[in-house]
């Protein structure tokens, strides 16, 4: 697999992991219970980080892929 596509993959995986966190805080921020502090306390932190690994990962990627 080419670099590039390659990179596109890793790019879309990483957006749509952003995307189904987001999605459900944003579910469980209509729920009454406690639960929804607790996911955002111990749920956020990580999502941002591993967000932020991948694009790191990706960036570097579309930097050293070269068009053929």
Excluded: Q
């Amino acid at each position: 697999m080419r670099p590039r596509n390659l990179g596109f993959l890793v790019l879309g995986f990483t957006y749509s992991v952003l995307l189904i966190s987001l999605v459900t805080f944003y579910w469980l921020h209509h729920n009454e219970s406690l639960i929804h502090y607790w996911c955002v306390l111990l749920l956020c932190p990580p999502t941002l980080w591993l967000w932020a690994l991948i694009s790191w990962c990706d960036s570097e990627m579309f930097a050293s892929s070269k068009d053929e």
